[in-house]
């Protein structure tokens, strides 16, 4: 069953990854507002959440602090939602799900500055081939595209907002572990009472569907792409080494510049393809966390001193 399992969480991360790139295109469609369809999307993944905790017998956690950081996870999960659609919006789901991938970047410079993780060299250049790659992508974008700017500000946000949620996830596992369900509820809640506010600022006039088709889409997007893939990705990620799973993770990039080219007819060059084939390099060679030194010294001595015990 091991292996079995072991075999089947690369498909189930690449499939999630796919599914979530599939999700900017019904972002792409529906005529309602950037702020509210992330409004919708906790609002419905949190339903779904409460019932299967409910039906898993979980429970809210002790500590109020790991309650804390679960709803502050949910707001900044509602922000990067909210920066992520209206960077779908203004420059197309392919580059702004390139963008919101830019997370690692983000998370590594939360660990280094708050948990005392060291950088490699691989690390340092992967972020400057990044910003080669994002420049290479901007640089036609930006002259035919008058929302460029917005769309490129609110995508590197989106992932600048992607990797604090994470960040207040491991913090609060670190406070007290809290079953999956009932920290996704959390972070739904966090994540719906967040968005309130500007929603009714910015929206207003584009909160709700206006069509049973969109309401059905929407549906779809609340449970199929938050709660499914989101599941599948959970799921897979414990199960895979850090290298594989950095690789498999640029699939939803992928998935998302092949519907954007293909099925949305989005203008895309040869330097704009070239520069997301780097950014997506540099995405994978900063997923890689170095080994701990003292590691790789005893993995270098050790092979002068096996010997076979029966």
């Not at 790991?66 to 992520?84: K, P, Q, R, T």
């Not at 946000?157 to 609060?172: H, P, Q, V, Y």
């Not at 049973?212 to 997007?221: C, D, H, K, T, V």
């Not at 990620?237 to 989005?266: F, H, N």
Request: proline share 4%; net charge positive; with cysteine.
């Amino acid at each position: 069953m091991t292996i079995a399992s072991s075999r089947s969480a690369p498909i189930g991360l690449v499939i999630g990854c796919i599914i979530f790139g599939l999700g900017s295109l019904i972002v792409a469609h529906v005529d309602v507002g950037g702020w509210a369809m992330s409004f919708w999307r906790l609002l419905i993944s949190g339903i779904v959440f409460a019932a299967l905790a409910k039906m898993m017998g979980q429970r809210l956690p002790h500590s109020r602090r790991a309650i804390f950081y679960s709803l502050l996870s949910g707001v900044f999960l509602g922000l990067d939602l909210a920066l992520w659609h209206e960077s779908i919006y203004a420059v197309g789901p392919g580059i702004s799900t390139l963008l919101n991938s830019l997370q690692i970047f983000f998370l590594a410079a939360i660990g280094f500055l708050y948990f005392n993780e060291r950088q490699s060299i691989i690390q340092l250049i992967s972020l400057f081939l990044a910003m080669i790659g994002v420049a290479m992508i901007g640089s036609p974008e930006f002259a035919h595209n008058t929302a460029a700017t917005w769309g490129f500000v609110s995508g590197i946000l989106s992932g600048a907002m992607l990797a604090a949620s994470m960040t207040f996830i491991r913090k609060t596992h670190d406070t007290e572990p809290t079953p999956i369900f009932m920290l996704m509820q959390l972070i739904s809640i966090g994540g719906v009472l967040a968005m309130i506010v500007p929603m009714l600022v910015f929206d207003m006039g584009n909160i709700l569907p206006n069509t049973w088709s969109e309401i059905g889409w929407i549906l779809i997007y609340g449970t199929v792409m938050q709660c499914l893939a989101w599941g599948l990705i959970a799921y897979s990620i414990p199960k895979l080494s850090l290298a594989l799973t950095g690789l498999l993770l640029l699939t939803e990039p992928i998935a998302a510049l092949v519907i954007d080219y293909s099925w949305l007819d989005k203008p895309i060059n040869t330097l704009q393809w070239s520069g997301a084939l780097l950014t997506m390099l540099a995405i994978y060679l900063g997923s890689l966390k170095p080994k701990p030194r003292a590691l790789r010294r005893y993995r270098f001595f050790s092979r002068f001193y096996k010997r076979d015990y029966k």
